[in-house]
């Protein structure tokens, strides 16, 4: 409580600007916190690989059409389902490998983009709000010395200990906003690579898939144009 007490009077000081700027890093380092975990806990899945085996069973039955309108709406939620459109539209274009390849790489590495996007802010809000901390308590330090000058020697000593007090709050308060915010970038970190590598091998299942069966459906979309 104590503590709390202490960080509160941090906000009224004379330097206190230092203060109220860790406070924004922190409130910044929360949104980031909330939108990410929302999105990535919440809105992606993992064990997409599982999700793609109704869309590889289309592609086996050269139904293509099919799977294309199942990516399509899977897509609405999941990357995976933008990836696969991507490929599929591709092969319904009568286009090679090396075009499908081409269409679900690009959209492969947007969506990629899009799971790790704002987490590395994380660090750099935790490392901001540390420095600014130290800065904050060496000001703070500045105006004590300076400001017990020309004080009353038998009030020196008392001046000079609020002071520090004072000074390192911004120290304590900066490793209070910075702590939590690398915890919570190592778990986001990590989950984005999860989610990353598990798209990465859902896309290849499906690349194979259409790879295989490439020729006979193409073969079927020609007899049917002639």
């Known amino acids: 409580m104590e503590f709390l007490m202490s960080l509160g009077r941090g906000f009224t000081s004379g330097d206190a600007i230092w203060m109220w700027t860790i ?5 910044v380092s929360v949104a980031i916190i ?25 592609i086996k039955a050269g139904k293509l059409d099919q ?4 990516s399509m709406q899977m897509g609405l ?72 000058a020309n004080a009353n020697p038998a ?25 939590p915010a690398l915890i919570m970038y190592a778990v986001l970190q990590n989950r984005a690579t999860r989610l990353t590598e598990d798209l990465n091998k859902a896309a290849l299942n499906l690349f194979i898939q259409l790879g295989y069966h490439y020729a006979p459906v193409s073969d079927k979309k020609e007899k049917a144009l002639k």
Not at 23 to 27: E, N, R
Not at 36 to 58: E, G, W
Not at 67 to 70: E, H, K, Q, V, W
């Open 77 to 148: 939620t999941q990357p995976l389902g933008v990836v696969a459109s991507a490929g599929i539209q591709a092969a319904i274009d009568m286009g090679g490998k090396e075009e499908i390849q081409l269409k679900m790489d690009e959209i492969l590495l947007e969506e990629s983009s899009r799971v790790e996007k704002r987490i590395g802010f994380l660090a750099m809000f935790a490392n901001v709000a540390t420095l600014l901390g130290l800065l904050g308590t060496i000001t703070g330090l500045i105006h004590s010395f300076a400001g017990i």
């Open 34 to 58: 909330a939108e990410r975990s929302i999105a990535l806990f919440m809105n992606r899945k993992v064990n997409q690989k599982d999700m793609s085996k109704t869309i590889a069973d289309d």
């Open 155 to 179: 009030e020196k000593a008392a001046i000079l200990s609020q002071g520090i007090s004072l000074a390192m709050n911004t120290t304590a308060y900066g490793l209070v906003v910075a702590v």
């Open 23 to 27: 406070l924004a890093a922190q409130i």
């Open 67 to 70: 799977a294309l309108r199942r």
